[in-house]
Each structure stands twice: as C-alpha cells, then as structure tokens.
C-alpha cells in the first residue's frame, strides 16, 4: 500500500470510532521519522480531547488495523493524539473555522514584487485554490494554495 492508501484505509477504520465517540477526526498521516514509521490520528473534541479519550480510541482502532497488518509494508507505531495549538489548517472545515482570524503564513516562494514569505493576517475566505486575507493595512491578497508552505492560527505567547 502507498502512504496515500494507508491513511485512507486508517481514516475509514477510525472516523466511526471517533464519531460514536462524538469526536471530530482532524487528521490522519503516515509519516517516517528515523528508522521508524507512525501512523498518527489526530482527533479533537469541544473541550478539547484527553489522554483518556486518546487511549480509547487507540483500543478501538488497534483491531481493527491488525487485519491490514500484511498490507502495510513496515511496522509502524499508533500515536492518537490531539492535534495541539498550532496545527496547521489543512482541510476546508479547519479554513471555515477560521475565518475572520489571525493567521501566520509561511509561503513556498516569495509574493510577486516583494522578498515576503511570511504574513500574519486575517483570513476573509477561501476556495479550492486560494485564500484570501486581509493585510494590517486593510488590503485584501488572494494567495494561492499551492503556494502555502504553513497556514495555521496565529498566537502571541
């Protein structure tokens, strides 16, 4: 199985899972670090998610994994966990959420007529292939997605 593949048959095993639970499933990634693979659900929930709702899913989902066992070429590692503060925004229900927020965007290569690669503005919408936001200055920038290296919230600490 590809690394494509073995995220959607782990999405498809744990959205029920995390549903029943009344959890929103954030994000699922198949990532090699090292000399090891992890297979990471991302979940989250009003209040935010615990450890013990991280384990539970965990025992749920463990199971059912064990059944593709052969068809994941590499031992890998369970981690659930939430998804923390500055995750990134990735799908469009997390650009919906934002909206009208402050966010920080880190660009793949610099805006037309400038060396900017990094923005905190507020986000004012999006489509499939860009987004809009709204400089400190009240102008509006239409970026492309594609361009997108980071988009996350942005948070003074």
């Known amino acids: 199985m590809t690394k494509k593949q073995i995220e959607a048959t782990c999405e498809e ?6 549903e029943e639970r009344g959890f ?7 990532v090699k670090e ?9 979940a989250d929930k009003e209040g935010g998610i615990t450890i013990d709702d991280c384990v539970e899913v965990s025992r ?5 994994l064990d059944a593709y066992d052969k068809e994941f070429k590499d031992p890998y590692i369970l981690e659930v966990s ?9 799908k ?7 909206l009208g927020k402050m966010i920080e965007i880190k660009l793949f290569k610099s805006l037309e007529g400038s060396k900017v690669k990094e923005l905190e503005a507020e986000l004012k919408g999006f489509d499939e292939k ?5 400089q400190e ?16 919230l942005a948070f003074e600490f």
């Open 92 to 98: 469009d229900k997390d650009f919906q959420r934002s």
């Open 130 to 134: 860009t987004i809009t936001i709204i």
């Open 60 to 64: 749920a989902l463990n199971p059912k």
């Open 137 to 152: 200055d009240d102008t509006e920038l239409v970026i492309d997605r594609s361009n997108l290296a980071l988009i996350r």
């Open 34 to 42: 090292g000399s090891n693979y992890y297979l990471r659900v991302y």
């Open 24 to 30: 929103e499933l954030v994000d699922v990634e198949y």
């Open 13 to 18: 095993l744990v959205l029920p899972i995390i």
């Open 82 to 90: 939430s998804p923390g503060l500055l995750r990134p925004l990735k």
